[in-house]
């Protein structure tokens, strides 16, 4: 094993009467190396399994070195088999036991006491990132067709408008947070963002409404990849949306 030698010159002192004298002395500290470099495991999706409970793990359509080079497979293993696997099963043992357990998660939203931060952070982790990873897919990205594209158009001027929006909303969001694109109640669309796990559909919401896209801005969603670059992260979201299921999602709110 190699070693490293460290030489650190210092300085000690010595008293005596009537004079002071200066001396200096060498000390060797042996460092050990690795010997080899630790190689990463990428395990599959669909090895990651939640405690039984209420709610499932969404089952991740693609694999995790899908979304390359836009999201790593690291990053995407880590944020769906440790951070989204961990909010799921905290959200299960919150809700086992209690009159919560039976009911569909948008109701469970409109019974939530904000001040039951368990509950609210554990809720709103499992809600968004089940929406975030449903709405990306490889080869995907472009823009959206059909219905959709015409709500955009007509609420934001463009989809470059609706795009600027959003990426800004995405980079301001101070801290850990969210993006979102919802259906308000009125049926209009609107860009609007939240901190920590919260979202939308909790009360007291600045800008409610159902959320149809989200994205993650966490640092734990792409420190691997961009680490403190977060708007070359927002950017390559866009590549990866897709906007079918995107569509899809805007066809169930605005029928609500």
Known sequence: MKKVILIVLSSIFFLSIGSCKRKKYTEVVEVPLPSKEEKMTIGLP???????????????????DALAPNIDAMTMEVHYSKHYLTYTN???KALAGTELESLPIEEI????????????NNLGGYYNHTLYFDIMAPKAGGKPSDTLASA???????FDNFKIQ???AATK???????????????????TSTPNQDNPLMPRAVVAGTPILAID??????????????????EAF???????????????????
């Open 46 to 64: 669909e090895d990651v399994k939640a405690d039984a409970g209420a709610f499932e793990l969404l089952k991740l359509p693609y694999n995790y």
């Open 90 to 92: 905290n959200l299960n």
């Open 109 to 120: 939203f409109k019974k939530l006491d904000l001040n039951n931060a368990d509950l609210r």
């Open 152 to 158: 955009i158009d007509k609420d934001f001027g463009s």
């Open 166 to 168: 959003f990426e800004d």
């Open 173 to 191: 969001q101070f801290g850990s947070g969210w993006a979102w694109l919802i259906v308000d109640k009125a049926g209009k669309l609107q860009v």
């Open 217 to 234: 801005v966490w640092e734990h969603a792409y420190y691997l990849n961009y680490q403190n670059k977060r708007k070359k992260y927002i």
């Open 238 to 256: 866009f590549n990866v949306i897709n906007w079918k299921k995107v569509g899809e999602k805007y066809e169930e709110a605005i029928k609500k």
